[in-house]
C-alpha cells in the first residue's frame, strides 16, 4: 500500500520510516504511542519553509513583471489550505493516514487542514530522505501545475490589511493569540487584530496562522465599511 503512494508521489524512499512519519497525525501519535513528537508535525513545519520557498522563487523568475504584493498574493493562492488539501486528493494520501480512533470517526481523512499538513510533512520527507532536487520536483509536479497566472483565488489577507493601513504614516498592526481550545489532535486557535492598539476583530483557525489570516480578513471587511 505504502509502494503505490511512493509510485503516486514519484518518488521511492531510502528510509521509508519517512514517508510513514509524514502520514503520522497527532491524534494518532498521542492516542497509541502517548508522543506527540512522533507525529508529522515536525516534518510539516520544515515542509511549510521548503514549500514556501520553492513556491517563492518559481513566482520571482516567471513573473519578473509582478509587484511584491502580488507575488506575495499568488503565493498564498497556491499553498494555502484548500490548494494543499487539493493535492493530497490526488495523491490519495487520506487513504494512508494514521490517525487516532476520535480523528476516523470524525471525518479526519478528508478534512482539509490534516490533508494540508499532510502535504508539507510528505515534502519534509522527501527533503529529508532525497535532499532539495527531489523535494523540489515533487512541488513542481503537484503544487506549480496549478500557477494562479490571472485570477487570485485565495487572498493573503494579512498582506492585504498590511497594504491598506500602510496607505497612512505611523500605523502599526499587531496580532495577539487570544486563546486556544480543543484536544491536541483538533486545537482551534483564536487570534486577534489591532490597528494602534485598537481591536480590529478576531479570527478561529486550526493554526496560529490561519486565525491571524482570518482576523485579517474580518479587520478588512470593516474598514472597507468605513471608507
Not at 505504502?2 to 518518488?11: F, N, P, R, S
Not at 497527532?26 to 508535525?41: D, Q, R
Not at 499587531?174 to 476583530?201: C, I, M, R
Request: aromatic share 6%.
Amino acid at each position: 500500500m505504502i509502494k503505490d503512494l511512493e509510485a503516486a508521489i514519484g518518488y521511492r524512499f531510502k528510509n521509508i520510516t519517512l514517508l510513514q512519519n509524514a502520514l503520522t497525525h497527532s491524534s494518532y501519535a498521542n492516542e497509541y504511542w502517548h508522543n506527540s513528537l512522533m507525529s508529522n508535525e515536525r516534518l510539516e513545519f520544515l515542509g511549510d519553509s521548503i514549500l514556501g520557498m520553492v513556491v517563492a522563487e518559481h513566482l520571482y523568475r516567471n513573473f519578473p513583471d509582478r509587484p511584491e504584493g502580488e507575488l506575495t498574493r499568488m503565493r498564498a493562492d497556491m499553498v494555502c489550505e484548500q490548494a494543499l488539501a487539493k493535492v493530497a486528493d490526488r495523491l490519495g494520501l487520506g487513504g494512508h493516514l494514521l490517525l487516532g480512533h476520535g480523528e476516523e470517526q470524525g471525518g479526519g481523512r478528508s478534512r482539509a487542514s490534516i490533508l494540508a499538513d499532510a502535504v508539507e510533512s510528505v515534502i519534509a520527507a522527501v527533503f529529508i530522505d532525497g535532499g532539495m532536487e527531489p523535494a523540489k520536483h515533487f512541488v513542481e509536479s503537484f503544487v506549480l501545475c496549478n500557477v494562479p497566472v490571472t485570477k487570485l483565488k485565495n487572498a493573503d489577507y494579512k498582506t492585504a490589511l498590511q497594504e491598506l493601513v500602510q496607505q497612512k504614516k505611523n500605523q502599526v498592526i499587531t496580532y495577539t493569540l487570544v486563546g486556544e481550545s480543543g484536544p491536541d489532535h483538533n486545537k482551534q486557535f483564536v487570534a486577534a487584530v489591532s490597528l494602534n492598539g485598537k481591536k480590529l476583530g478576531e479570527g478561529t483557525g486550526s493554526s496560529k496562522k490561519r486565525a491571524e489570516q482570518e482576523a485579517a480578513r474580518i479587520a478588512l471587511e470593516l474598514l472597507t465599511k468605513e471608507k
